[in-house]
């Protein structure tokens, strides 16, 4: 395996070389770039530039942590995105609260939850997780925390948000769908040259909630959790069946007893459809990536897709298996 300081030096030389990550991704597949044992993984099809913008922090030296971060950061500053960040679906009252969590190789961690106003709350959560004695901000401490730490205030709510929450109240049905636009929460694990793992989740959870509902997004160990020992694990969907199994938490101690990434998912899920009498009306898919850099995602439904990044698979997205 190569060495950290090589696999950076070579990969930040050709990127400098040949002016930036495009040409740097064309090397990639031409198997000129420097393999290392870097991988990046994350959920749905805006997993694909959140990956790269990953990857690319990586190559210019970033942690593992700064990769995580800086991945979903793109996908929470998408307006066009309806499920994290700017543009995320608000509550029953109109209201964009959202939840985020990230967790460094040192077992470090951070998370917010219920956050207004902050169009990146992944850097929010990391704040509180190197910033304060605390691992969890909520509501309004989350904010006032944030904007004391220089975030600025902004509205979420786009007009296409908007537009469709008022669609909504016409009938006010809530009514959890399934792979919403093959886009939903954005959970990110990275692992670096030297085999170093973090991760990060984000989300504006589930459209049309109550208000003050918090998902598994920013709970380390249901939506997020990473061991630096065995792995790390995210997950997508509805978040009160993932808390209920502490689903992220189960995935890596099953890695930690033997299983492969894409078994471990599978075992969480089933937990879920074991416990959950009405499992066939909800999604919920697993992402998991070990310590040997095998990677793997499971869900009960089919349609959960994941992006994977590394040097030999360059950046594409593998269709999970499902129970159903
Ligand atoms: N897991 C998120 C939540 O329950 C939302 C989602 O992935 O659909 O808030």
Not at 41 to 55: E, F, L, M, Q, V
Not at 126 to 145: I, S
Not at 220 to 247: H, P, Q, R, S
Request: glycine share 12%; proline share 4%.
């Amino acid at each position: 395996m190569l060495k950290r300081r090589s696999f950076l030096k070579r990969t930040t030389l050709l990127g400098s070389m040949l002016g930036g990550w495009p040409l740097f991704s064309t090397l990639a597949r031409q198997g000129l770039q420097a393999p290392g044992h870097a991988t990046v993984i994350s959920t749905w099809n805006h997993g694909i530039p959140a990956n790269a913008r990953a990857w690319q922090i990586l190559a210019a030296g970033g942690t593992p942590v700064d990769a995580a971060e800086g991945g979903v950061r793109v996908v929470e500053s998408d307006p066009d995105n309806s499920s994290v960040g700017i543009g995320g679906r608000p509550d029953r009252d109109g209201r964009v609260t959202l939840d985020a969590s990230i967790m460094a190789p040192d077992g470090n961690c951070g998370a917010v939850a219920a956050l207004e106003h902050i169009e990146n709350p992944i850097s929010v959560a990391r704040k509180v997780m190197e910033d304060t004695p605390h691992v969890m901000l909520v509501g309004d401490g989350a904010l006032q925390f944030a904007l004391e730490q220089g975030f600025t205030k902004k509205n979420l709510l786009t007009e296409a948000s908007r537009q469709a929450w008022q669609q909504w109240l016409k009938n006010a049905e809530y009514k959890p769908v399934i792979n919403i636009e093959n886009h939903d929460t954005i959970g990110l694990l990275v692992q670096d040259a030297d085999g170093h793992i973090a991760g990060a989740c984000t989300t504006s959870g589930l459209a049309y909630k109550m208000h003050g509902r918090v998902g598994d997004s920013p709970i380390i160990g249901a939506g997020l959790f990473v061991d630096d020992e065995v792995g790390g694990a995210t997950a997508t969907g509805m978040g009160e069946a993932v808390i209920k199994v502490a689903g992220s938490h189960t995935v890596v101690e099953l890695m930690r007893q033997g299983y492969e990434p894409c078994e471990a998912c599978r075992e969480a899920v089933k937990r879920i459809t074991r416990k959950e009498p009405r499992y066939k009306e909800l999604q919920v898919g697993f992402l998991a990536l070990r310590k040997d850099g095998l990677t793997g995602g499971f869900a009960i439904h089919q349609g959960f897709n994941y992006a994977l990044m590394t040097a030999a698979d360059n950046n594409r997205m593998v269709n999970a298996d499902s129970l159903l």
